[in-house]
DNA sequence: GTAGATGTTATAGA
DNA sequence: ATCTATAACATCTA
């Protein structure tokens, strides 16, 4: 589910509601015990009586301050959600239950922290492929260096994305886009998008990229992924920001779960997936050399 | 019913 | 260096 943008815009989301807030319970499903580490107990104590100090995002990753030494990590994975309820009154709306935080916790609640206002924060997990842990400075700097440059920091140019690109020259470009060590936060969503503005084949091989087409791929990650966090996101399926609401640039998508349709762009392919690795990248044969 | 696919990532082995 | 298979898990579709 969540690529840099929808994580962004959760983060930007939960900022501003729980930075300060004092965490005064903590529970956890019993299946999803093992997902927040060695137990349940040490994760509570933890956080309960803690107050969250700062939020971050790097890549796909959430960061939640508890204090100098220590943090919360999260990542959501396929089908995670965090859902902040600001007040603990449960609204129905025409007899039926609506979306959002208001019938909250489902039956994917995995972990539930309560605030001392009353407030709760939800992380919810159909595939429960998400986490959450405790760590220290060292283990937080750890799982930090494991991801390369992010496309929206300001200093982040063309000589940058060139030396990535001399540095993986036999990847195939889809899978070149995907991996967080060398570009953080893109996924198969905005990887295949970056590639249709681009114009380049997501089978092509990295170091077979003309200059000119190397200046457009770098373009096109910056523009796909700004543009995608100003709509809020995408929603497939699964992704609420923190507020339960769904993103808006699935309608702005240009080839991903276009397969099989005529392609928006040059009005002759017909938009075509393949497999890629272990993963699905759609792509219209006719305008991406 | 059932095989295959789904927005992610880590790891082992070739 | 790069790729493949596999695994974590639940749900939906063809
Ligand atoms: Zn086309």
Redesign the pocket.
Do not use: A, C, W
């Given at each position: 589910?969540?690529?840099l943008p929808?994580v962004e815009t959760i983060k930007r989301g939960l900022d501003k509601q729980i930075i300060n807030k004092r965490i005064s319970k903590v529970s956890i499903e019993k299946?999803f015990i093992k997902k927040v580490g060695p137990s349940a107990n040490a994760f509570k104590k933890a956080l309960e009586g803690k107050t969250i100090k700062n939020v971050a995002r790097r890549?796909?990753l959430l960061m939640f301050e508890i204090n100098k030494e220590q943090s919360l990590i999260v990542?959501l994975?396929?089908t995670g959600q965090l859902v902040y309820r600001p007040k603990n009154n449960k609204i129905v709306v025409g007899g039926h239950p609506i979306a959002g935080p208001q019938n909250l916790p489902s039956?994917f609640t995995r972990v539930t922290i309560q605030f001392a206002d009353k407030t709760t924060l939800f992380f919810n997990d159909?595939?429960?492929?998400g986490f959450l842990k405790i760590v220290d400075r060292k283990e937080l700097n750890e799982a930090l260096s494991?991801y390369g440059r992010e496309p929206i920091d300001k200093d982040f140019n063309f000589p940058h994305f060139k030396s990535l690109i001399d540095?993986?020259?036999?990847?195939?470009v889809k899978?070149f886009l995907?991996e967080?060590k060398i570009i953080a936060g893109l996924?198969?969503?905005y990887a295949d998008e970056s590639l249709f503005v681009a114009k380049v084949n997501p089978e092509r091989r990295v170091d077979s990229l003309t200059k000119s087409e190397q200046k457009l791929l770098f373009v096109a990650i910056v523009e796909i992924i700004k543009k995608a966090i100003k709509y809020k996101g995408?929603?497939?399926?699964?992704?609420v920001n923190a507020k339960g609401g769904k993103g808006n640039f699935q309608k702005h998508l240009q080839v991903y779960g276009r397969n099989k349709l005529e392609c928006l762009r040059c009005k002759k392919g017909i938009i075509t997936?393949i497999?890629l690795?272990?993963?699905?990248a759609s792509f219209c044969p006719i305008c991406q050399k």
């Open positions: 589910m969540p690529e929808e299946s890549s796909k990542h994975k396929m039956k159909v595939r429960k492929f494991k540095k993986s020259p036999r990847k195939k899978s995907l967080q996924g198969n969503i995408t929603t497939f399926s699964d992704y997936k497999k690795g272990s993963r699905s």
